[in-house]
């Protein structure tokens, strides 16, 4: 193992020089700061983390807390955020709350001792308890957002409005919003852009708030079929794909029979078939910034999204009347703001 004292002698300067060298201290000329990086460079040194953390007060090491990696959403932003930290030297320490709002907590109040900052992914805690925990500074949000705090969100609400616009276009007089759970904060953004979109509040209606994963979509697509629906737009793109499969199912052809639109893009969203159309969010670009917004001054940013249309959506049939219509109520569901899941 190479030490700081074997860098040091092959580059032909104190211990102290090399140490102030490698931790970017001043009083240090460029010639031997040049002449110590390069040699750790080519001997392969690595600081210790908890003895540059004794002197410099910096562990190297940014936190990153998130609701569940087997969620593409949340394994696309941990690649940015993992990303941008290699770029500025530093390490990921990545932990998975399993959705629980409690162990979140827990180990966000660990982790806050143990590194340089901390990225909360759609933190699951409530409102009073995650403005505590932002209150101490060296937070930053992703998918949510608190005062005081800087955070990276989404235009959902404008991802929704170029959905409904695609959908109106192909002749779609009847759409149906598969939602996320009522305690989502960005589900939570949704419903006023649904009764904004081009086509109109009268023409969406609300099949019910569903698990944000395949087995959410699968039983969605029931509902979707008897309110006589002809395109269905959905919370996430893991609902899409169980919507899909059910109507697949029972015989249904998407897109001719109905259309189907998702949300997130992620990576299996092109892969099925028919391809999903999808409202694309960028995840990763969200993941690098939240890193940016661990220094400096709180600032919210807001990111664009943008419709990807694919195979999953068409025209809409000629005979809308040919499946049995139950009425349901506009869309009016009024989410609890506590607990985010995207």
């Not at 505590?132 to 609400?157: C, I, K, W, Y």
């Not at 897109?255 to 990763?284: E, K, M, N, R």
Request: charged content about 20%; hydrophobic content about 45%.
């Amino acid at each position: 193992m190479v030490t700081l004292r074997d860098v040091a002698r092959a580059a032909g300067v104190s211990l102290a020089t090399a140490s102030r060298a490698l931790s970017d201290a001043p009083h240090v000329s460029a010639s031997n700061r040049e002449q110590v990086v390069r040699t750790a460079d080519e001997l392969g040194y690595r600081p210790h983390h908890a003895a540059r953390a004794l002197t410099t007060g910096s562990t190297g090491t940014i936190g990153l807390v998130l609701p569940d990696l087997e969620n593409p959403f949340f394994a696309a932003v941990a690649k940015g955020v993992q990303a941008r930290a290699r770029e500025t030297g530093r390490e990921v320490l990545v932990a998975d709350t399993d959705e629980d709002g409690d162990l979140e907590r827990d180990l966000v109040d660990r982790l806050l001792d143990r590194v340089d900052g901390l990225v909360l992914c759609s933190p699951r805690m409530p409102t009073d308890a995650l403005e505590g925990v932002v209150a101490g500074g060296r937070v930053a949000l992703v998918n949510r957002e608190a005062p005081g705090a800087p955070s990276v969100s989404f235009d959902t609400a404008d991802g929704v409005r170029q959905a409904l616009d695609h959908l109106r276009a192909l002749g779609h007089d009847l759409v149906a919003y598969a939602g996320g759970p009522t305690a989502s904060w960005s589900d939570g953004l949704r419903p006023a852009a649904l009764g904004r979109g081009a086509a109109g509040p009268d023409q969406v209606v609300d099949l019910g708030a569903f698990r944000p994963v395949h087995a959410g979509g699968v039983q969605a697509a029931d509902l979707a079929l008897a309110a006589g629906a002809t395109a269905v737009l959905c919370f996430n793109d893991l609902v899409a794909l169980g919507l899909l499969a059910r109507l697949h199912a029972r015989g249904l052809r998407v897109p001719d029979d109905v259309s189907v639109v998702g949300f997130d893009d992620v990576p299996a969203a092109s892969l099925v078939t028919p391809a999903l159309t999808t409202v694309a969010v960028p995840l990763a670009r969200a993941g690098r910034q939240a890193v940016d917004l661990l220094e400096g001054p709180p600032e919210r940013r807001c990111l664009p999204t943008h419709l990807v249309v694919r195979s999953s959506t068409g025209p809409a049939p000629g005979s809308p009347d040919r499946l049995p219509t139950v009425v349901l109520a506009p869309f009016a569901r009024t989410p609890d703001p506590e607990v985010v899941i995207p």
